[in-house]
C-alpha cells in the first residue's frame, strides 16, 4: 500500500513537472511572440533597405514563433519598390532594368534559430516555403552595361551592422503566378506565367561568399521550373506554347521541351497581313552554358552551345505580297536579319538534329501550289553572333547543313556568312546524291508546270559566291535519259493537262538527255552569273542560282528557249494560217456549190 501511494505521488510530482514546463514554454511563447514579431519586422525592414539601397520596402502584417518547432509564419508579406527612389535613379542613369514587387498570404520558415538571430546577429533557416506567391516584374531597358555606383560595398557589407551572415538551407515558391511587362519594344508586351515553380538551395550571404561569382544571387543553385505556357503574339497571327521549360543556374542549363508557334487559320492569316506564314514546332531546346543573369539585366542572349532535336520548320511564301521593284528583300538573307536584331545575340555553336524544313508557293500562273521539302536535317552553325566584340575577333559564321532533299537524294551544303560585310557577302557549296527524277515532280509540276516523265540524276555539285546583287559560281548537273512533258493549266479539274507538240518538240530538239552526252566523254559544266533582282528573298534567290545552271544543263538555256518559243509561235502561226486558208477555200467550194444549186434551180424553172 505504501509503495502504491509513493508511485501516485512520484506521478504527480511528475505531471506537475510537466505541466509547468509547458506552462513555461506558452508564457514564453507568448510573450516572445508578442515582443519578437515587432523587433524582427524591424530587421527586417532594415535589412532590405540597406541591401537595396533604400530602393525597396519589406513589411509583413504579423509572425508566429513556434519555439518546439523551430518555425516562424509571416502573414501577408510584402516587397514593394519605392517608386521616388526608381524614379530619381532613372534620371541618374542608375536605375536597375528589371523592377519588381511581391505578395506572399503566408511564408513558413522551418528550421529557425530565432535566439542566433537575435544575439548573434545570424540568420540561419533550414527551409523556406512560398505558397502560391503573386510576383510582378516589369522590365525596362534603361542601361546595356552595369551602371557605376558610388557606394562600391557588396550586400553583405551594407547588410553586416545588422546582420553577420545569412544562410538559407532550402527555398520553394510553389505556384508562383508571374506578370510581366516588357517596355522595351513600341508597346507594352504583357506575359502571365500560372504554372510556375522557383527553388534555390544553399543562399548564404557572408563575408567568404560575398563576391563568389559561381553562386547567383548567392544561390548555390536556382532552378525554374515553367508549364503549359501559352499565348498570343502582339499581332494576333501566332499562337505559342511551351509544355515545359527549366532553367538551372548551377548547370547554367536552360531546357524547353515541345515548343510550338502555329499560325491562325491561312485564309485569315493571309487577308491580315503579306508577311510569310511560319508554322514551327520544335521537341526539344538545350541551352549550355546560358547566361541568364545577362539575359535577365539587358536582354542579351549569350550561351556556348545550342542543340534542338526533333522537329519541322515551315514557310509558306505569301501569295498576297506585293512585288514593288524598288522593295529590297535583302532582309530575308540570314545574315543581314541577324544584324538587324534588337537583341544581343552571341552564340557559339548550334546544333540542329532531325529537323525537317519544308518551304512552300502559290503559282499564280499554274493554279497549284508547290512545296520544296528537307527532310531529316542535320547541321551545325558556328558563330552566330550580332555582338560587336565577337565581330571583331571572327566576322564569319559557317553553317554545315546535312538533309534528304525531296526525303530522297542526299544533300550537303556548306555556307559562309560575312557579318560585317555591307554587300552581304556570302558562299555556298555543295552536292547532291543520287535520285530517280520523277521525284522532283512535286516541284516541278507546280512551280515549272514541266513533268519529268524519265530521268535518273547521279550527282549535282555546285560553288558559288555571292552577294547582294550578284551570285557567280560553277555546276555540274549528272544524269542519264531525261524525257520531260510540259504541261499547261486545267482549272476545270483542278490539275493540269498536256501540251503534246510542244513536249514532242522539247525532248525531240531541245533536251539534252544525258550529260555526259557519251559514256566516258567529259561531263558540261556550265558557268553561272545570276543578277539578283531586289525583290528577291534569299531562299528564291538561292533556288533561282541553282537553276540558272541547271536549265543550261539540260539544253533549257534562255537564248535557245527564246530561240525555241519563237520556232513554236511560228510554227502555231503558220498552222493557224494553213487552217485559215484550208477554211477559206473550203467556203469558197461551198460558195460556187450553192451558186450551181441555185442557177440550176432558176433554169428548171424557166
Known sequence: MARKIVIKKHHKIGAGVVVGLA??????????????????????????????????????????LHVLRGQIIFYNITLLPDTAVYNRRVKQHLAPNNLVSLHVKRLILDHIHPFTLYFKHRLDIGQIILSAPELDDSYQLNHTKDTVIKDHR?????????????HIGQIFLNDVQLRYKDYSGNKVAISELKEMNLSASDLLIDSATQTDRSRLLYCKDIVAEL????GTSPSGLYNYKINHLKLSTLTSRLDIEGLRLSPINKDKFFYKTTKDRFDVYLDSVQLNHFDYLSYHKYRTVNTSCVIIKKGRFSLFNNPNKSNKPGVDKLKSFPHVALSKLTTDIRIDTLLVRHL????????????????????????????????????????????????????????????????????????????????????????????????????????????????????????????????????????????????????????????????????????????????????????????????????PSAGLDDKKMQATQAQLTEHQLNKQNRLKKRAERKQRRAEKKRQKELEKAQKQGN
Open 154 to 166: 557588396t550586400v553583405w557589407q551594407k547588410m553586416s551592422k545588422s546582420l553577420h551572415s545569412v
Open 23 to 64: 506552462a513555461v514554454v506558452l508564457i514564453l511563447a507568448f510573450l516572445v511572440n508578442h515582443y519578437w514579431s515587432p523587433i524582427l519586422a524591424k530587421k527586417v525592414r532594415s535589412v532590405v533597405l540597406e541591401s537595396s539601397d533604400s530602393l525597396y520596402r519589406a513589411d509583413f502584417s504579423s509572425a508566429e
Open 227 to 230: 508549364n503549359n505556357y501559352k
Open 356 to 551: 525537317d524544313v519544308a518551304y512552300s508557293e502559290y503559282n499564280k500562273k499554274s493554279y497549284q501550289t508547290g512545296t520544296i521539302s528537307f527532310n531529316n536535317t542535320h547541321g551545325r552553325f558556328l558563330n552566330v553572333t550580332n555582338n560587336k566584340a565577337a565581330l571583331f575577333k571572327n566576322n564569319i559564321c559557317t553553317v554545315q547543313l546535312n538533309t534528304l532533299f525531296l526525303n530522297k537524294g542526299e544533300l550537303n551544303v556548306s555556307f559562309n556568312f560575312d557579318l560585317t560585310a555591307k554587300d552581304a557577302a556570302y558562299s555556298y557549296k555543295g552536292s547532291l546524291g543520287p535520285m530517280d527524277l520523277e521525284d522532283i515532280n512535286p516541284a516541278t509540276m507546280p512551280f515549272a508546270m514541266v513533268k519529268i516523265t524519265s530521268g535518273t540524276e547521279k550527282r549535282l555539285d555546285f560553288d558559288i559566291h555571292a552577294n547582294s546583287t550578284i551570285n557567280k559560281g560553277k555546276l555540274t548537273l549528272l544524269y542519264n535519259n531525261l524525257k520531260v512533258k510540259l504541261l499547261a493549266p486545267d482549272t476545270n479539274l483542278d490539275g493540269f493537262k498536256g501540251k503534246l507538240i510542244e513536249s514532242l518538240y522539247a525532248n525531240i530538239f531541245i533536251l539534252k538527255h544525258d550529260n555526259p552526252d557519251k559514256e566516258g566523254e567529259t561531263p558540261r559544266s556550265f558557268t553561272i552569273n545570276y543578277v539578283r533582282p531586289k525583290e528577291s528573298p534569299f531562299f528564291k534567290t538561292v533556288w533561282n542560282t541553282l537553276l540558272a545552271g541547271i536549265k
